[in-house]
């Protein structure tokens, strides 16, 4: 028998309001890919953190290669050869990507020797990363790509991916899988906190199943189903959708041929787009992050008013130039990528983050009616089943995924006219991503209009009616979700469209720049 690479006894870790980690014992061998799953805040991230030296345990001890030892700091972690890749990501805003990551590498290395590591790996992985750009101009997903290339480049004994694929193409999912199998072949041990069942059932060998802070049950995931991996996580199976098939009804969102110049170095321009959403039906537009997404959410929100007013219309009224409370007066409400910062303030309780788009508990004089407003963030807690510590506890004490829920649930709480959603599901449990696209369906048989932008095409592919996808700031024509393939639309993710003028679809051009264009057959394989 070879010595562990780590083990993990009696890990006890409690907070003021919630016991994280209760009595956790865990043991990864050389080169064994290791998934640990659970519902959101079953104690995943905390039990990460503390094996990287991000928090202490209060009771318990850490082994790695057989030896004790006390992980004061992430520097010493790596120093152990133990590298984590965070779901919620730790990079400075105000550096650039080479910079974040030579932080973390051994300083007898250049500024221009990370670059061009970066770079090499970036080209070896698949993963479009530009060296030189500032941390704050970067979407979710590339944020992602370069936490993922920061933790390659250190050549880890033990690698921690804490959702590593929620903003991946299924082709970059499919690159990444053959990366890590290769360093698993290599002796390297992965730890793969994923919510993405039928990616556990094929990368990990083994498995830890957490539920309330507590070790459930130890499996290998290759023998068993994504039914009964559901079983041990959550005690049950998510509930089956109920896409019931309907007529939408008149046009709520309006996007004609806006175009926006970008107002970073490095974003995009948004090239002529243009589309519909009606009441009664969910559009989905795909996309790798990146691409424009960001762009397009905020000209929608109101968050940039640069657009001439026709080029938007909500309900029939030119909004181009409206901010996002006039917006919201007409019943457009919206979900952020970013949950921490821009979906809720950090710092503030839930009741008082639902001031930032909810009106109804504030009086005609102005006053706040307080316990109005604690009520309704209790009722959002309650409907959207949110593990939190009541209505006032911080949004920075919540997992991401229970920061998620209240998220989305309190915009779909408003009961919008017009819902517009960028990633409803990221790093959420599949009950949870359940009920949310659940709630999503049911709005929209209400009558709710509702665009969704996500990298996750199995979440499109659940609630959409019609798809569409964004590369290079420019829309393809959609595709009605019946019609469409998982391969198809992960094709045109990575630039390239098809037309059908026999559907109706008006000729569209290819995305790319004149020179780099490429012809593309039917079914969307390069000539």
Not at 328 to 335: A, D, I, S
Not at 370 to 375: E, M, P
Not at 378 to 405: E, M
Request: proline share 6%.
């Amino acid at each position: 028998m070879s010595i562990p690479r780590l083990q993990l006894a009696h890990i006890t870790k409690r907070f003021p309001s919630v016991v994280a980690n209760s009595d956790v014992s865990l043991t990864v061998q050389p080169g064994e890919t290791h998934a640990v799953l659970g519902e959101n805040g079953a104690g995943k991230s905390t039990l990460m953190k503390i094996i990287y030296g991000a928090l202490k345990p209060d009771e318990g001890s850490v082994l790695f290669n057989g030896q004790p030892v006390h992980i004061r700091n992430p520097q010493e972690a790596r120093a152990l050869g133990i590298s984590m890749v965070f779901q919620h990501f730790s990079l400075f805003d105000t550096l650039t990507v080479a910079e974040n990551v030579w932080l973390g590498l051994d300083k007898s290395l250049t500024l221009q020797q990370v670059t061009h590591s970066i770079s090499a790996k970036a080209r070896e992985y698949g993963l479009d990363v530009d060296p030189a750009r500032p941390v704050h101009t970067l979407s979710v997903g590339e944020m992602q790509r370069v936490e993922i290339i920061r933790a390659l480049l250190t050549n880890p004994k033990l690698l921690i991916l804490d959702e590593p694929t929620s903003v991946l193409t299924p082709q970059a999912v499919e690159k990444l899988f053959v990366v890590l199998k290769q360093l698993a072949s290599e002796g390297c041990s992965i730890l793969y906190i994923s919510h993405k069942l039928h990616e556990i059932r094929e990368l990990c060998t083994a498995c830890t199943v957490l539920r309330g802070g507590k070790v459930t049950g130890v499996t290998d995931p290759r023998r068993e189903s994504n039914a009964s991996l559901s079983r041990m996580m959550i005690g049950a199976e998510p509930p089956q959708l109920e896409h019931h098939e309907r007529t939408p009804g008149e046009v709520v969102l309006r996007v004609q041929n806006l175009t926006l110049p970008r107002e970073d170095q490095f974003g995009h321009d948004l090239d002529d787009i243009s589309f519909d959403v009606r009441a009664g039906e969910v559009v989905g537009v795909a996309g790798v992050s990146g691409n424009g997404q960001r762009e397009l959410l905020f000209a929608l929100s109101g968050e940039d008013t640069r657009a001439a007013p026709a080029m938007i219309q909500v309900d029939g009224k030119p909004v181009g130039r409206f901010g996002p409370a006039h917006r919201r007066h007409l019943g457009l409400h919206f979900v952020p990528e970013e949950r921490l910062g821009r979906g809720a303030v950090p710092t503030l309780g839930l009741s008082q983050n639902l001031l930032l788009t909810r009106t109804d508990a504030v009086g005609k004089s102005g006053w706040i009616r307080t316990g109005a407003l604690r009520q309704q963030a209790a009722d959002i807690i309650k409907r959207f089943n949110v593990k939190a510590g009541g209505p006032d506890a911080a949004a920075k004490s919540l997992s991401g995924g229970n920061l998620q829920k209240f998220i989305v649930g309190r915009e779909i709480d408003a009961r919008p006219k017009l819902l517009i959603v960028s990633q409803p599901t990221w790093g959420v449990d599949v009950g949870a991503s359940a009920q949310i696209r659940s709630e999503i369906l049911a709005l929209r048989d209400a009558g709710c209009a509702v665009l969704v932008l996500s990298e996750e095409l199995e979440e499109l592919f659940e609630i959409s009616d019609r798809l569409h996808v964004i590369a290079k700031g420019r829309l393809s024509p959609s595709v009605e979700r019946a019609r469409a393939t998982v391969t198809q639309i992960g094709e045109w993710m990575s630039g390239l469209w098809v037309v059908h003028p026999l559907r109706g679809d008006a000729p569209h051009p290819s995305p790319l720049p004149r020179g780099e264009r490429e012809q593309v057959r039917e079914d969307g394989k390069n000539v």
